[in-house]
């Protein structure tokens, strides 16, 4: 086991970069060892929400810019850490406010879902640069 | 690889996810779902048992496929979701809309 295996990316924010996101998530959680698959599906939705969230964010807020986002995945004994930079507009955005969607709507989960899966999800700005950690108990 | 496998079956369509249906990938279950409802299909059975992941993107498209599918007078069944998907299901309280049938037989037995 690697308990504290690491890795990180660095992609256009389009659609499409979600896989190439999904893929450095994988390799990451097979070299950190862990088998809670509960672990895994709550951090791994979240961390989804998020790159999704930027991904549209940078395409509402300017369209088809060329903008980047780069994650970084890390690990200790008791917690798995995700933090997210990206240097496109303020997401303008209070976390305490977000509800999940009633069911028959057809968006508005996927902040509600990373809450509810994380033990902390903090939004930043920073240097110019919009800063998203997200924190999961192992 | 994430795929949708079409199978027509009697009284509806058979749609199987593989993979992933995430933001990537849900527009593609949207569109089958479409041409399936136009070329008159009205009973869609979403078959989740080799479905690894889904996002809210792929949840939001669950539900628009719903809707078009009782609006054409049919409706939309998910069968075998699973650990993930019926994780994300629960979460969202929206297995109480789209609640899984155990195969694809009890789906298009109703």
């Not at chain 1, 940078?58 to 930079?85: K, N, P, Y």
Request: aromatic content about 4%.
């Amino acid at each position: 086991m690697t308990q504290y295996a690491r890795s990180e990316v660095d992609v256009a924010a389009t659609v499409e970069s979600i896989d190439v996101v999904q893929a450095a998530f994988d390799a990451w959680w097979t070299e950190l060892g862990d088998e809670n698959p509960k672990t895994r599906f709550a951090f791994e939705i979240a961390v989804v929400e998020i790159a999704t969230n930027i991904v549209e964010h940078t395409h509402r807020a300017e369209g088809s810019s060329g903008r980047r986002f780069r994650l970084e995945l890390t690990a200790d004994a008791t917690r798995v850490t995700a933090v997210f930079t990206d240097n496109g507009m303020p997401a303008d955005i209070d976390l305490s406010t977000v509800t999940m969607a009633d069911v028959d709507e057809e968006s508005g989960r996927g902040l509600a879902l990373a809450i509810a899966a994380l033990d902390s999800l903090d939004y930043t700005r920073a240097d110019g640069r919009n800063i998203w950690t997200l924190v999961c108990g192992r | 690889m994430t795929s949708i496998d079409v199978r027509a079956a009697d009284g509806g369509v058979v749609l199987a996810q593989s993979g992933r249906l995430t933001v990537v990938t849900a527009p593609q279950l949207r569109a089958t779902v479409t041409e399936r409802l136009a070329a008159g299909d009205r009973l869609i059975v979403v078959d989740l048992s080799t479905t690894e992941f889904v996002d809210s993107s792929g949840l939001g498209t669950l539900v628009s496929c719903l809707k078009a599918a009782r609006q054409a007078g049919g409706d939309l069944r998910i069968v075998a979701p699973t650990e993930q998907v019926a994780m994300v299901l629960r979460m969202t309280n929206l297995d109480r809309i789209l609640k899984p049938r155990a195969s694809v037989d009890d789906a298009l037995q109703g």
